[in-house]
Nanobody, 125 residues
Framework: QVQLVESGGGLVHVGGSLRLSCAAS????????IGWFRQAPGKERERVSC???????YYADSAKGRFTISRDTAKNTVYLQLNSLRPEDTAVYYC???????????????????WGQGTQVTVSS
């Protein structure tokens, strides 16, 4: 079965950096779209950054200029580099994937098929 495992979260001071990893395993149908989502306490889950089926990138306005998504195809791993972190970035960050264009804002997030367990990012002030 398909498995997505996130890692790299932690506690950082404002302005700090983290690098999140999402390792994919199992027989995932290809091509697939994969990206990062986050959910803060009391908030709805939101798109942060995403790779389309043809590896075009998507960034939420809050992520532009600070976060960078990348992938290592040989390792089946997607990364999210988090720079200039702010307290409002505090959330559980999830990796998610599916065989359609999940980066589209027209796609309801709960409809996305494959999810990791999440990794906590906490930014202290």
């Amino acid at each position: 079965q398909v498995q997505l495992v996130e890692s790299g979260g932690g506690l950082v001071h404002v302005g700090g950096s983290l690098r999140l990893s999402c390792a994919a395993s199992g027989k995932m149908p290809e091509p697939y779209s994969i990206g990062w989502f986050r959910q803060a306490p009391g908030k709805e889950r939101e798109r942060v950054s995403c790779l389309t089926l043809n590896n075009n990138t998507y960034y939420a306005d809050s992520a532009k200029g600070r976060f960078t998504i990348s992938r290592d195809t040989a390792k089946n791993t997607v990364y999210l580099q988090l720079n200039s972190l702010r307290p409002e970035d505090t959330a559980v960050y999830y990796c998610a994937a599916d065989t359609y264009q999940i980066c589209s804002e027209m796609v309801s997030i709960p409809r996305i098929r494959y999810w990791g367990q999440g990794t906590q990012v906490t930014v202290s002030s």
